[in-house]
């Protein structure tokens, strides 16, 4: 079993879907010989050719506009934007075109594409190349919003994305893109989307969380006294979400605290803490608190870490929900 990071269990993944599957096809922009900004696509090129490996204009409207197409005549698009910033472009055709095709034709035609997109900060990028914009996608009916954080649930969910009959935004970590690995199996398999995974279990509290942000929580869980037991929960998919793996822990811990990179104003966390409040109201024992990003723009480098959720503000709001 192969120990990969990030980029190279999507790399295996998408190689592995494109010799399986003649459909799936990668555009974007250096996607080609180049292997894509941060070398995620590397070799795909080289193997599959200018026909399944297209290097594209600086459009991003373009590029995901002719991935519907793509499509909606039978092939498995895979469009990369560059940074997650560059998605405003294309905003019309993913919310207006991709995710209402189903709907709009009453199921005569679906729309199986897969837009990846590094998101988030921590590389110290200029503006526009650190955002995380989830929550406005989680927000568009008919679009699924994919964010894993480790390179074996990367290869998993990336290929139920490309398999799956609708579209879906397949956000990527970029702070963790090469930060570490772990063992990932050559062989094929399938993590299903809408499905979080428990990555510690716990009684006295549970943390929910989600992207580059999980390895703040695991460190502030590092640091908690030892007497505290407490539940992480990495969400995986922002959309749909898991509430029912979050509902039975908080109904066993009487405690949440939800941690994310973007802004607080009407971010995920939000609407998680809402459900929160309305299947387990009668289990909590505190308020919910979250732990986010500011509501600003992202900064430049030289603030980036002050703005970025770090573990000493997780352990704060874990240490003020078991004390209420």
């Known amino acids: 079993m192969a120990t990969l990071n990030l980029v190279q269990a999507i790399n295996l993944a998408l190689k592995q879907e494109m010799q399986k599957d003649d459909r799936v096809i990668i555009l974007g922009e250096d996607v080609g010989p180049n292997g894509g900004v941060f070398r995620v696509t590397e070799d795909l090129h080289a193997e599959f ?5 297209i290097d594209t204009p600086l459009a991003e409207s373009g590029i995901i506009g002719t991935a519907i197409g793509m ?10 934007i560059q940074f997650e910033g560059f998605l405003g472009p294309a905003y019309d055709q993913i919310v207006n075109h991709a995710a209402r095709s189903r709907s709009r034709s009453r199921g005569a035609v679906t729309v199986p594409l897969t837009i990846r997109v590094p998101v988030g900060g921590g590389i110290h990028a200029p503006e526009l190349h650190s955002d995380s914009p989830e929550a406005i996608y989680a927000h568009s009916p008919g679009i699924k919003v994919v964010m894993p ?5 990367a290869k998993g969910l990336l290929i139920s994305a490309i398999r799956d009959p609708d579209p879906v935004i397949f956000f990527e970590p970029k702070r963790v893109y090469r930060s570490f690995r772990e063992e990932v199996p050559e062989d094929e398999y399938m993590i299903p989307i809408g499905e979080a995974k428990v990555i510690s279990e ?6 929910v969380t989600w992207g580059a942000s999980l390895f703040q929580c695991i460190e502030a869980l590092d640091n908690a ?13 922002i959309d749909p979400f898991d509430m029912d793996t979050i509902a039975a822990s ?3 811990t009487g405690r949440c605290v939800i941690v994310h990179e973007a802004a607080m104003t ?3 966390g939000a609407e998680i803490s809402a459900r929160v409040q ?3 109201f009668l289990h909590l024992e505190a308020p919910v608190q979250r732990v986010t990003g500011f509501d600003t723009l992202m900064p430049y480098y030289k603030l980036e870490n002050e703005y970025l959720v770090n573990a000493k503000r997780v352990g704060t709001a874990i240490q003020e929900t078991l004390a209420y």
């Open 266 to 268: 009407c971010g995920l």
């Open 250 to 252: 908080v109904e066993k």
């Open 71 to 80: 499509a909606m005549n039978g092939l498995r698009p895979i469009p990369e």
């Open 49 to 53: 050719g200018d026909d399944r490996v």
């Open 278 to 280: 309305e299947r387990c």
């Open 225 to 237: 006294p030892d007497d505290v037991s407490i539940e992480l929960i990495d969400l995986r998919t």
């Open 202 to 207: 716990g009684d006295d509290l549970t943390v």
């Open 149 to 153: 954080t480790t390179p074996y649930d």
